[in-house]
């Protein structure tokens, strides 16, 4: 039995899923861009155009600690 605070979201193939709480999760593009900001690189667009240069971001990036 459900509690009325449990939000039904949808109905798939009959199914009732309810919407998970909390923030939605990081996409693998936000946690690469959250990483160049802490990392202070500027104008990364470029940079990944070279891959020398962004070869470089990548290895400091591995050694970058959050």
Do not use: L
Not at 5 to 32: A, F, H, L, V
Not at 44 to 53: A, S, Y
């Amino acid at each position: 039995m459900e509690t009325p605070n449990q939000k039904i979201t949808r109905k798939t193939d009959g199914r009732i899923t309810k919407r998970s709480q909390g923030r939605p999760m990081y996409r693998w593009e936000d946690n690469i861009k959250q990483d160049i900001c802490q990392m202070k690189i500027k104008n990364w667009i470029v940079c990944v155009q070279d891959r020398g240069k962004w070869k470089e971001v990548v290895e400091k990036a591995k050694t970058f600690n959050h």
